[in-house]
């Protein structure tokens, strides 16, 4: 259950003409609240116009920086993100749930790995805590970043990046990957399997990689890993987190008409309604006054999930849960529809 805290911001700072990054002021008596994971992301909640918005973020900053910083890219049909860049100041209030996630690196003192990570645009954000954390706490470890944009404006955390390469030469290497822009030193195009192959093949050769992190556009995370399980990497080795995804088929020849009795057990406490198969099984908890626990509703963060304890449903999109995860009942509410008469849910049990 996502628990929101409100934070004023600290720090903001423009990272590109269309990204800023966001330091929040943690009270003294949060601090154990705020403590994360590398990886891991806040949900921001914000009422624009009328309308509450919910935003997930992934934490940027390192674990000794004791600091949560999060980075924020404007996006087309991006309400908040727009808003984010264009008119938040030092100063302003958030309200901000505690980090959350399972897209993690948790740096060890006694590991020496190799990781290897391609990332896309905003996709920096939560690969960019790992690498920090690592460097700063995995001193016999090397990561390998390969980072995609249209051109070197676009970068992300860019003079940052090169900074801990400049200062970790040992230990931390960068490509970028610029699709419409030229320049000695970087490759051109995109992150596919020729960028995959020339990394792998040439300029890391003699490195054999402990785990693989993807992170960005669905359509280069899939076929990254595709390549990678095809290379004889195991798939427990491959950890990705979608920062898009593509629109994908609805639920097949799944039962989704008629209707499903539902009963909710959230925060300890029972809720009952009845609702119609083809509507998610979040939308119509929300409808009906629950709040429960959402970021993306668009079934690429988590925050959504419980347990189905009685009953089936069937899910219109899922990048993140395994197969044993769904045997043990594991959903996305925000993709899911019952399919029998009567379902039970557990949000606590997760």
Same mark, same amino acid.
């Given at each position: 259950?996502?628990?929101?805290?409100?934070?004023?911001?600290?720090?903001?700072?423009?990272?590109?003409?269309?990204?800023?990054?966001?330091?929040?002021?943690? *009270?003294?008596?949060?601090?154990?609240?705020?403590?994360?994971?590398?990886?891991? $992301?806040?949900?921001?909640?914000?009422?624009?116009?009328?309308?509450?918005?919910?935003?997930?973020?992934?934490?940027?900053?390192?674990?000794?920086?004791?600091?949560?910083?999060?980075?924020?890219?404007? +996006?087309?049909?991006? $309400? @908040?993100?727009?808003?984010?860049?264009?008119? %938040?100041?030092?100063?302003?209030?958030?309200?901000?749930?505690?980090?959350?996630?399972?897209?993690?690196?948790?740096?060890?003192?006694?590991?020496?790995?190799?990781?290897?990570? @391609?990332? +896309?645009?905003?996709?920096?954000?939560?690969?960019?805590?790992?690498?920090?954390?690592?460097?700063?706490?995995?001193?016999?470890?090397?990561?390998?970043?390969?980072?995609?944009?249209?051109?070197?404006?676009?970068?992300?955390?860019?003079?940052?990046?090169?900074?801990?390469?400049?200062?970790?030469?040992?230990?931390?290497?960068?490509?970028?990957?610029?699709?419409?822009?030229?320049?000695?030193?970087?490759?051109?195009?995109?992150?596919?399997?020729?960028? %995959?192959?020339?990394?792998?093949?040439?300029?890391?050769?003699?490195?054999?990689?402990?785990?693989? @992190?993807?992170?960005?556009?669905?359509?280069?995370?899939?076929?990254?890993?595709?390549? %990678?399980?095809?290379?004889?990497?195991?798939?427990?080795?491959?950890?990705?987190?979608? @920062?898009?995804?593509?629109?994908?088929?609805?639920?097949?020849?799944?039962?989704?008409?008629?209707?499903?009795?539902?009963?909710?057990? %959230?925060?300890?406490?029972?809720?009952?309604?009845?609702?119609?198969?083809?509507?998610?099984?979040?939308?119509?908890?929300?409808?009906?006054?629950?709040? +429960? *626990? $959402?970021?993306?509703?668009?079934?690429?963060?988590?925050?959504?999930?419980?347990?189905?304890?009685?009953?089936? +449903?069937?899910?219109?999109?899922?990048?993140?849960?395994?197969?044993?995860?769904?045997?043990?009942?594991?959903?996305?509410?925000?993709?899911?529809?019952?399919?029998?008469?009567?379902?039970?849910?557990?949000?606590?049990?997760?």
């Amino acid at each position: 259950m996502s628990t929101f805290y409100k934070l004023s911001i600290k720090e903001i700072q423009k990272e590109t003409k269309d990204s800023v990054s966001i330091v929040f002021n943690i *009270p003294q008596d949060l601090q154990d609240k705020y403590k994360f994971i590398p990886g891991q $992301y806040v949900t921001i909640k914000k009422v624009l116009d009328g309308n509450e918005l919910r935003r997930a973020y992934s934490i940027c900053s390192s674990l000794q920086s004791n600091r949560i910083k999060v980075g924020v890219k404007s +996006a087309e049909n991006g $309400y @908040f993100s727009k808003y984010a860049v264009n008119e %938040l100041k030092v100063g302003d209030e958030l309200e901000v749930s505690r980090p959350e996630g399972r897209f993690n690196l948790m740096p060890n003192s006694k590991h020496s790995k190799n990781y290897l990570a @391609f990332v +896309a645009g905003s996709g920096i954000t939560p690969i960019l805590s790992m690498i920090k954390s690592v460097l700063e706490t995995e001193k016999e470890s090397h990561f390998v970043l390969v980072y995609g944009n249209k051109s070197v404006t676009d970068v992300m955390f860019k003079s940052e990046i090169d900074t801990l390469v400049q200062d970790n030469s040992a230990n931390f290497s960068v490509y970028y990957v610029y699709s419409q822009f030229e320049e000695v030193g970087t490759l051109f195009g995109r992150i596919d399997t020729s960028v %995959l192959n020339f990394i792998l093949n040439n300029k890391c050769k003699d490195i054999q990689f402990n785990d693989y @992190f993807l992170c960005g556009p669905e359509p280069m995370i899939n076929l990254i890993k595709e390549n %990678l399980l095809e290379k004889n990497v195991e798939e427990k080795n491959i950890h990705f987190e979608l @920062f898009s995804t593509d629109v994908d088929d609805k639920v097949g020849d799944a039962d989704i008409d008629g209707k499903t009795k539902v009963n909710v057990l %959230l925060d300890d406490e029972e809720h009952a309604f009845e609702m119609d198969r083809g509507k998610t099984i979040l939308e119509v908890a929300l409808k009906n006054g629950l709040d +429960a *626990p $959402y970021s993306c509703q668009g079934g690429i963060c988590s925050t959504c999930l419980a347990k189905i304890t009685e009953g089936r +449903a069937v899910m219109d999109k899922n990048s993140i849960l395994t197969d044993n995860e769904i045997e043990e009942g594991l959903i996305l509410t925000c993709q899911a529809h019952p399919t029998t008469p009567t379902i039970s849910i557990d949000y606590d049990d997760v």
